[in-house]
Nanobody, 128 residues
Framework: VQLQASGGGLVQPGDSLTLSCVTS????????IGWFRQAPGKEREGVSC??????????YYGDSVKGRFTISRDNVKNTVYLQMLSLKAEDTAVYYC????????????????????WGQGTLVTVSS
């Protein structure tokens, strides 16, 4: 099982970025995917998640990103995306994607213990 996050970079406030999480070694359809981030000196926090495509692709967003970030999945490409708009300095962090199986296929949460498989992070820096 592998997850590869990419797409990070240095952008200015107000810019956009789309992160990709390419998966392999498992059937993505059955898994919920979560995005998490860790800012310098802070604990890792959950950003967003999308439930398995066996269900209705339920999505969740943390309050700090709601309305600005959009999570989506392309099971043909085995990839989950995190589109980030109107980036702010406080979005600066290392972003991680993770895969987990939820008993309810129509559900996901950003509780880390629910995710068994993690990718390496990709750094997003928002600075003028």
């Amino acid at each position: 099982v592998q997850l590869q996050a990419s797409g990070g970079g240095l952008v200015q406030p107000g810019d956009s970025l789309t992160l990709s999480c390419v998966t392999s070694g498992f059937i993505l359809d059955y898994y919920a995917i979560g995005w998490f981030r860790q800012a310098p000196g802070k604990e890792r926090e959950g950003v967003s998640c999308i439930s398995s495509s066996i269900g209705d692709a339920y999505t969740y967003y943390g309050d700090s990103v709601k309305g600005r970030f959009t999570i989506s999945r392309d099971n043909v490409k085995n990839t989950v995306y995190l589109q980030m708009l109107s980036l702010k300095a406080e979005d600066t962090a290392v972003y991680y994607c993770a895969a987990g199986v939820f008993y309810d296929y129509n559900w996901c949460s950003v509780v880390e213990n629910n995710y068994a498989h993690w990718g390496q992070g990709t750094l997003v820096t928002v600075s003028s």
